[in-house]
């Protein structure tokens, strides 16, 4: 007797694949999104059948996705910093009083 595949986590994942290839080709350009797109679904093909149970390798997992969101929140908080910082001294240059004979 086979053993019948739950259907609610089936369509669920048929939803998210769906929604994940209608993102990627509408925002990325072509190339990247058929890499994306290839990659993706080959990795929940694989890792659908046969889940990681190891807490160890859940773990680094985690911990590696952690630290990229950490790299990408640091990027972003330069990031905006210099923009900042680039609009208040052209505020301040603007609002400097300019000397006679001077331009």
Same mark, same amino acid.
């Given at each position: 007797m086979t053993k019948r595949t739950e259907p609610y986590s089936a369509t669920i994942m048929a939803v998210l694949a769906?929604?994940?290839?209608?993102?990627?080709?509408?925002?990325?350009?072509?190339?990247?999104?058929v890499v994306l797109v290839l990659g993706w679904s080959g990795w929940m093909a694989f890792s659908y059948v046969r889940p990681v149970r190891s807490r160890t390798v859940i773990a680094t997992y985690l911990c590696a996705v952690g630290f990229q969101l950490i790299l990408i929140m640091s990027g972003l908080l330069i990031y905006f910093l210099i923009k900042e910082? $680039?609009?208040?001294? =052209?505020?301040?240059?603007?609002? $400097?009083?300019?000397? =006679?004979?001077?331009?």
């Open positions: 769906v929604a994940f290839c209608a993102w990627a080709l509408t925002t990325l350009p072509l190339q990247g999104a910082n $680039r609009i208040l001294k =052209a505020e301040d240059e603007t609002a $400097r009083p300019v000397a =006679a004979g001077q331009r």
